[in-house]
């Protein structure tokens, strides 16, 4: 709730701190005492438009803070706070600045943490609920019409939105399973053609790289073959230099014996033989293994260029042409199995369908039913308002299935007849300013809003009214305050002396400087006050022994 209002500078006042409590507090003033500043300076921290006018002449800028307590921060206001990275300590005081420069221009701050305008607005309806003449918001505003008439009917509402959710997920799911298997379809011809091609080819993992590696290899020995060939005479034939060096070492062995030098070099010479030997069987494998056949590598470059120019085609790698290949195989078994999936998913979807008619149709009758209720409950509200010739009626009107949402399929506005034999119409479009004050008070005390905004102001709601009529309406402010804080704007001494808090709003003048000021009253200053409002200019004894009995009486 409100708890604190600093305003600074704002058209007359110059400087102001008021403190807020629970239950009914009320405003009362002479007419052009200020009462519609306090509430655009409140507006401000409520997000409305900055307007220049409202700096007091002479200054360069204009504030006001607001600040609200709550045991916890209600959901509608932390979301939007999270979203926005506003923190907000448990147990904290929310504190709402807004700046207004006298040129130009506003700021505006959450806790000292600078924020948009477009959040202010976002929370407002969380924190203040403001009903005057000419309101067309909250209760006016049909868009909130459903949702207050199914906080009076009670019972689960969630289970409509999420039968809504659980149909369009699964027309969601039809949709698009047609769309694909339509596609489909289309490219049959082109698939075949594709998994035709694929399957000729027959593609392997890891192929690319075994036949780049057999083409390197013979590409290397048809570079290396001519010199292989040269050295192939070394040791091929009875001529070759390894020839040669074994026959030396087999007459070598013949004398060998005769001198231990021939020995020596007998023994060098075996060892040249061996290495020869080994180099030899080397030269034979490198040989073999850098052999190609021509037709070979022609027939793997063919191969290579087939597979390149099919992953191209196929905008893959050569690799993935496998895989390719199954995904296609797999579009053209499901083209064959789409009749049997898109009945699967019709029906589904139809089931869906039916489970949130189901739901929404409990809905509407919980609201049909909730809706004489309303009417009764704010039938009986109307007369004690001088209401009498009225008529009140909650209109539940079955939409358009294209106009179904996660609300139902039922629209639902408020509707009135302020004369005997006239037409129903909404509120706006047929009270007058008076008239629709009192229209709201009733559906107020007959909704007995639960989730509402944190703080609800009435702006002389008593307007035209007095007697048992103003009774009437302080009865029922009180009773809208209790458990809660509501704050009226009146020119009722009835009203009036329902507050449990009283302010009162004043005008004075030195030389050409006018202020507007505020004072809580104690008990002796609200029976001055509500003396003033029953006599006007002078007080006279009776007026203050009525405002006694006022007092007491409630």
């Known amino acids: 709730m409100l708890t604190a209002l600093a305003i600074r500078n704002i058209v007359l006042i110059e400087a102001l701190d008021l403190s807020f409590g629970q239950g009914l507090g009320v405003l009362t003033g002479e007419t052009g005492a200020g009462k519609s500043i306090l509430l655009d300076a409140l507006g401000?921290?409520?997000?409305?438009?900055?307007?220049?006018?409202?700096?007091?002449?002479?200054?360069?800028?204009?504030?006001?803070?607001?600040?609200?307590?709550?045991?916890?921060?209600?959901?509608?206001?932390?979301?939007?706070?999270?979203?926005?990275?506003?923190?907000?300590?448990?147990?904290?005081?929310?504190?709402?600045?807004?700046?207004?420069?006298?040129?130009?221009?506003?700021?505006?701050?959450?806790?000292?943490?600078?924020?948009?305008?477009?959040?202010?607005r976002e929370i407002a309806g969380a924190l203040v609920e403001i009903h005057g003449q000419h309101d067309d918001r909250?209760?006016?505003?049909?868009?909130?019409?459903?949702?207050?008439?199914?906080?009076?009917?009670?019972?689960?509402?969630?289970?409509?939105?999420?039968?809504?959710?659980?149909?369009?997920?699964?027309?969601?799911?039809?949709?698009?399973?047609?769309?694909?298997?339509?596609?489909?379809?289309a490219d049959q011809d082109l698939l075949l053609a594709h998994i035709e091609e694929l399957a000729a080819l027959a593609p392997e993992e890891g192929e690319e790289a075994a036949l780049a590696e057999a083409r390197s290899a013979m590409q290397k020995g048809e570079k290396l073959a001519e010199d292989l060939e040269a050295l192939r005479h070394v040791w091929d034939g009875s001529d070759s230099a390894l020839a040669s060096l074994r026959a030396a070492a087999r007459r070598l062995d013949?004398?060998?014996?005769?001198?231990?030098?021939?020995?020596?070099?007998?023994?060098?010479?075996?060892?040249a033989v061996i290495e020869a030997g080994e180099a030899e069987g080397?030269?034979?494998?490198?040989?073999?293994?850098?052999?190609?056949?021509?037709?070979?590598?022609?027939?793997?470059?063919?191969?290579?260029?087939d597979l390149r120019a099919l992953a191209r085609k196929h905008r893959c790698e050569v690799d993935d042409l496998p895989a390719t290949m199954r995904a296609i195989r797999a579009a053209l078994d499901s083209i064959e199995a789409g009749d049997a999936e898109i009945g699967a998913l019709e029906r589904a979807a139809a089931e869906a369908g039916q489970a949130y008619r189901a739901e929404a149709e409990a809905r509407?009758?919980?609201?049909?039913?909730?809706?004489?209720?309303?009417?009764?409950?704010?039938?009986?509200?109307?007369?004690?308002?001088?209401?009498?010739?009225?008529?009140?009626?909650?209109?539940?009107?079955?939409?358009?299935?294209?106009?179904?949402?996660?609300?139902?399929?039922?629209?639902?506005?408020?509707?009135?007849?302020?004369?005997?034999?006239?037409?129903?119409?909404?509120?706006a479009k047929i009270a007058s300013g008076g008239e629709l004050s009192r229209f709201i008070l009733a559906l107020k005390v007959a909704l007995a809003e639960q989730g509402g905004a944190a703080t609800v102001i009435f702006d002389e709601i008593d307007r035209g009214v007095g007697g048992a009529v103003a009774s009437a309406i302080g009865e029922r402010l009180a009773r809208l305050a209790d458990g809660g804080q509501l704050l009226a704007v009146t020119?009722?001494?009835?009203?009036?002396?329902?507050?449990?808090?009283?302010?009162?709003?004043?005008?004075?003048?030195?030389?050409?400087?006018?202020?507007?000021?505020?004072?809580?009253?104690?008990?002796?200053?609200?029976?001055?006050?509500?003396?003033?409002?029953?006599?006007?200019?002078?007080i006279t004894s009776e007026a203050r022994a009525q405002a006694d009995r006022l007092l007491e009486g409630v």
């Open 44 to 120: 401000l921290v409520l997000g409305n438009r900055a307007e220049t006018g409202l700096v007091r002449a002479g200054t360069d800028q204009a504030n006001v803070t607001a600040t609200f307590e709550f045991p916890r921060l209600p959901e509608a206001i932390a979301a939007p706070l999270a979203e926005a990275e506003v923190e907000i300590e448990p147990g904290e005081p929310l504190l709402i600045r807004r700046t207004v420069k006298a040129d130009g221009g506003s700021k505006a701050f959450i806790n000292d943490q600078p924020v948009g305008v477009a959040l202010l």
């Open 138 to 185: 909250g209760l006016v505003n049909p868009r909130g019409h459903r949702l207050l008439l199914d906080r009076f009917a009670g019972g689960d509402v969630a289970g409509v939105s999420a039968a809504w959710n659980r149909w369009r997920a699964a027309e969601e799911k039809l949709l698009e399973a047609r769309e694909a298997i339509a596609q489909a379809k």
């Open 254 to 271: 013949r004398i060998a014996g005769e001198h231990p030098l021939l020995a020596e070099a007998l023994s060098a010479l075996d060892r």
């Open 282 to 305: 080397k030269l034979e494998a490198a040989a073999e293994a850098l052999s190609f056949d021509p037709a070979e590598l022609d027939r793997i470059e063919t191969r290579l260029f």
């Open 364 to 427: 509407h009758a919980a609201r049909t039913a909730a809706a004489t209720q309303l009417d009764e409950a704010v039938a009986r509200e109307l007369a004690p308002l001088k209401l009498d010739a009225a008529r009140f009626r909650t209109a539940v009107t079955a939409l358009a299935e294209d106009r179904w949402g996660p609300s139902g399929m039922d629209a639902v506005e408020f509707l009135i007849s302020t004369n005997p034999g006239a037409d129903f119409a909404p509120l």
């Open 491 to 538: 020119h009722s001494p009835q009203v009036a002396a329902r507050g449990g808090q009283h302010y009162m709003i004043a005008k004075s003048s030195q030389g050409t400087v006018t202020r507007t000021s505020v004072q809580l009253l104690d008990q002796a200053g609200r029976q001055e006050e509500i003396a003033r409002m029953l006599s006007g200019t002078e």
